[in-house]
């Protein structure tokens, strides 16, 4: 498969590590990688990376691209979506955080590439898809978002409860690192008063785009489930913290809970006293910390773990795997 990277920042560069330190990704080729940042800086972010440490290959500018280790990838400067040229590219990887509308959207189809996965949410594309809630619902869709990484974490865990003990009511309150959506010092930043704090020093009550897009992603059970976030003054791995009230609750909440890891493609589970560094680099959307399950009656309390880069990243991989395979002739 040959894909594109339109945004090289976090997600997109955490894309690129996964699919050159893991073999099971020796098919996918990345063909073409755009950002607007100077590509020495490029070079340098993907080489020295603050969260996961020195790429395990070389990394160096050669003849306008990157030569990562033995490939070699062209990098384009272009701001503008529409201007890029990706033909024989089957899928672009929308990585910038920009696409918002469905105009925005639509811009990649003169890029030439197949089809569009938007990292992030956005009101644009054909279809919001979370690997284990709703990938049936991806159907024919040419846009996909692959929601939020904290919608990843929560929508395959509600789905599971609620097929199993029934949804009546909860609340999830997601304790999240700081991102580049906060400033390192007060500074007017985004919609929120609070938002506009230093990062980096306090904990910060704020909203979380996962409330509204489990109603989306999850309509059998709109409305039932509410959500904020506080961030958090933490580098890298969130969690989620759900309380609900179930209408067949389980007798052993912590045996229930393991049975829909083992059962789950992107849910795993530890009975270890983990804190949040011990999750960095996991691959899974959620892993659910089994020592924090509580139950009193129909009342229950989980706690779950995820990586928020690099789980996240790996469900983009996961995907595009998905919509390329639903490409094919005889899919």
Known sequence: MRIAINGFGRIGRTIVRQLLTDPAHDDIEVAAINDIAAIDTLAYLLKYDSVYGPLPVDVAVEDGGLRIGARW???THEPDLAKLRLE???LLLECT???KSRADAERYQTTGAGQML?????EGADVTCVLGANEEALGEARIVSNASCTTNALAPLLRALDARFGIVQGHMTTVHCYTGSQPMVDAPRGDTLARSRAGGVSMVPTTTSATRLIDRVLPEIRGRVTGAAVRVPSISVSAIDLTATLRDAPRDLAAALTDIAARSAVIGATGDPCVSTDMRG???SLILALPEAMAVGDQVRIFGWYDNEWGFSARMIDMARLMQ???LPDA
């Open 73 to 75: 990838v062209p990098v």
């Open 97 to 99: 955080g920009k696409v």
């Open 118 to 122: 938007v990292s992030g949410p956005t």
């Open 88 to 90: 024989g590219v089957e």
């Open 325 to 327: 395979r639903r490409a």
């Open 282 to 284: 996991r691959p899974e």
